[in-house]
Every structure is written in structure tokens, then in C-alpha cells.
């Protein structure tokens, strides 16, 4: 089952937030941080909303995905931007992962998006096997980040 994070449901996900942030060896991690930041995510926010994937069996949360909505220049369009996709380890390759991002589609879809995008590690592979999966295409960028931080 697949629901939009809550203030009851965010402190299920925190978890895994956590463990996402360890993947891409985020060295400063926060929960309380992350607590502040993702609460202000939700069906009711504009800029985006994070989903959470649970099992229907034994109701643990197995994953979580996070869609911001912003624009493209390029195509001159309101895009999904896939920010996070996350599912716990012995959940991988079982649909977690599939679901939600059919999931963040819709979503993307029904707030005026014409697509859905997103980027991955290099040596992401189990996750571009998924998403070489999809009717997807795939594209080469380089992504940079630059500091706002006063140097």
C-alpha cells in the first residue's frame, strides 16, 4: 500500500531516510534535521510530497519515494523531479520500488507535470536495472553542486 507521509507516518520513515543518506555517504546526518525538513512535504504542499510504501502484511514500511513539482526551461513545462526512491534492502527487486515510482507518476501527472525525472549513481546498477526497466529514457549529464556557503 502506498500512502503520503503523514506528521503520525514520518517517524516510521525517518529510519529510512537515514539509511538512504548512509548510501550516498552523506556524512553529516541528522534526524532531527531530517525530521524538520520532510515534515513540510505532503499532499496539502505544492512543491512536492513524499510517499511511503508499506506492506500490507506485516504493516512495515518498506520504502519511501519524494516528488518535488518544479519547471523545465528546456521543454517549457511543469516536470516531477524523483528526488529520493528508497527501499530497505531485503525488499529490493520484489516491486517496492516500481510501485512507487508508477506511484510518483501518477502523482506528477495529476499536478500538471508532462514528466517524471530523475538521476542516479553511476554504480547504482540494481537501481538502473529497475529503471532501465521502465519505458524510460536515459540521458547523460554531468551534475554539479555548488556551495551557497560563504567561502
Not at 514520518?10 to 524538520?36: C, G, T
Not at 518498506?62 to 513539482?69: I, Q, R, S
Not at 530497505?88 to 517496492?96: C, D, H, W
Amino acid at each position: 500500500m502506498i500512502e503520503a507521509v503523514s506528521a503520525q507516518t514520518l517517524p516510521e520513515v525517518l529510519p529510512l531516510i537515514r539509511q538512504y543518506q548512509e548510501f550516498y555517504k552523506i556524512a553529516d546526518i541528522s534526524d532531527a534535521k531530517n525530521a524538520e525538513f520532510f515534515a513540510q512535504f505532503g499532499e496539502a504542499n505544492p512543491a512536492g510530497c513524499q510517499f511511503l510504501y508499506r506492506d500490507n502484511e506485516t504493516n512495515r514500511v518498506l520504502g519511501f519515494a519524494t516528488v518535488y513539482l518544479t519547471f523545465s526551461s528546456t521543454i517549457a513545462a511543469k516536470v516531477g523531479v524523483l528526488n529520493d526512491l528508497y527501499t530497505l534492502a531485503e525488499s529490493r527487486s520484489k516491486g517496492v520500488g516500481r510501485a512507487l515510482i508508477e506511484h510518483a507518476r501518477q502523482y506528477a501527472a495529476k499536478h500538471g507535470a508532462t514528466r517524471l525525472q530523475w538521476v542516479t549513481a553511476p554504480d547504482n546498477s540494481l537501481a538502473q536495472a529497475l529503471y532501465n526497466s521502465l519505458d524510460a529514457q536515459q540521458r547523460v549529464w554531468h551534475f554539479y553542486t555548488y556551495s551557497t556557503a560563504h567561502h
